[in-house]
């Protein structure tokens, strides 16, 4: 049996709380990883710390190599922007021997909390390592500055437990995985909080804020503790990987796992009206023109989608059990297409 490992997290909350690692960071060497925008936000900030700036470019694991070798020495890293920022952050820290800090700008994936290192190996993802952080800042200064879209998009790392969950049962029921009773019960009661709040996310008001970081908290702490993540990722993550590696493109998060929630709730005909209309009011577009990809990009990604999981031994799903169809596409790009209406949407 595996002893079970527990984590935790420290997390501070408040207007300003960032300031405080002005203090804990002084007369150390900061490695500070942002994007240029961001460090022309919020450059003047953290001037003082006189940090080496590594802006992010991507993921991909032989880039990031050769950019480790590159750097000078220092005693910690900050991770100051959106889930790549914290990634590449959390790599150069896990890679140096370094604690890592936590910057959110906006909090649009759940990355402040994930542990594992996701890096890209040729357009797969590969996790290759554990860095936990050191303190997460949920800063509401800086988050309520960001534009909504941005602080919107993280509900879809706590939405995709609504497919997730059915998948994580299939599994079950086809002897795949295990279950465990009382993880699924809270998982389902989190999502139903999250959908029942939803417009505090819309507002991206405090409390709508801290019920995201809450939520991210408990899943990267039951991930940690269970070994797996199958009540929070299922097909719709698998859905954006395989859609990920075939255009190579970067996407904000919630985009496009929330098109993966609504694609694979449609294949797994799992309470659609409903989540339908908890993705509309979420606030986040999802049709291909705003990720900057074609219907038929999406069509491409759902034609392979089921190979796709297969060939990545990706966890057991409704993606392993039904076949994706042209008449299926079809339908999912019709419904795709009447709900979300780029007229309509940012
Ligand atoms: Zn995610």
Redesign the pocket.
């Known amino acids: 049996m595996n002893p079970t490992r527990t984590i935790e997290y420290d997390v501070v909350y408040g207007h300003h709380c960032s300031e405080d690692l002005l203090d804990s960071a002084s007369n150390k060497r900061v490695l500070l990883v942002t994007d240029p925008q961001l460090w022309d936000k919020y450059g003047a900030k953290f001037a003082s710390l006189e940090p080496q700036v590594v802006m992010t470019k991507t993921m991909e694991s032989s880039t990031l190599e050769q950019e480790h070798a590159g750097l000078q020495p220092f005693d910690l890293t900050i991770g100051l922007g959106g889930g790549m920022a914290m990634d590449i952050a959390k790599y150069h820290a896990w890679k140096g021997d370094k604690p890592v800090y936590q910057v959110p700008t906006a909090i649009s ?2 990355a402040m909390f994930s542990y594992p290192i996701a890096l890209r190996i040729d357009g797969k993802v590969q996790y290759v390592g554990e860095m936990i952080p050191e303190k997460i800042y949920c800063d509401f200064s800086i988050l309520q500055s960001a534009p909504p879209v941005m602080n919107r998009s993280g509900v ?2 706590l939405l ?1 437990c609504h497919t997730a969950l059915f998948d994580w049962k299939l599994a079950v029921a086809r002897g795949r995985s295990q279950m465990d009773d009382a993880l699924y019960e809270k998982t389902s009661k989190i999502l139903q909080d999250v959908k029942d709040r939803l417009q505090e996310v819309y507002d991206v008001t405090e409390k709508g804020l801290r019920m995201l970081m809450e939520g991210f908290r408990f899943v990267a702490v039951e991930n940690y503790r269970v070994g797996h993540c199958q009540y929070e ?1 299922g097909s719709e ?1 698998f859905f ?1 990987y395989c859609l990920e590696a075939q255009t190579r493109k970067h996407y904000l ?1 919630g985009k496009v ?1 929330n098109l993966g929630i609504l694609l694979m709730s449609l294949l797994q005909e799992n309470e659609v009206e409903s989540i339908r209309s908890i993705l509309q009011r979420a606030g986040v577009p999802i049709h291909p023109d705003s990720m900057g990809i074609t219907y038929d990009d999406v069509r491409t990604a759902l034609r392979s989608c089921n190979q796709y999981v297969r060939e990545k031994g990706y966890s057991y799903s409704i993606l392993n059990e039904r076949q994706i169809t042209e008449d299926f596409i079809d339908y999912a790009l019709d419904v795709l297409r009447c709900d979300f209406d780029p007229t309509d949407q940012i």
């Open positions: 994936v759940d879809c790392d995709s990722e993550h954006y998060h796992i």
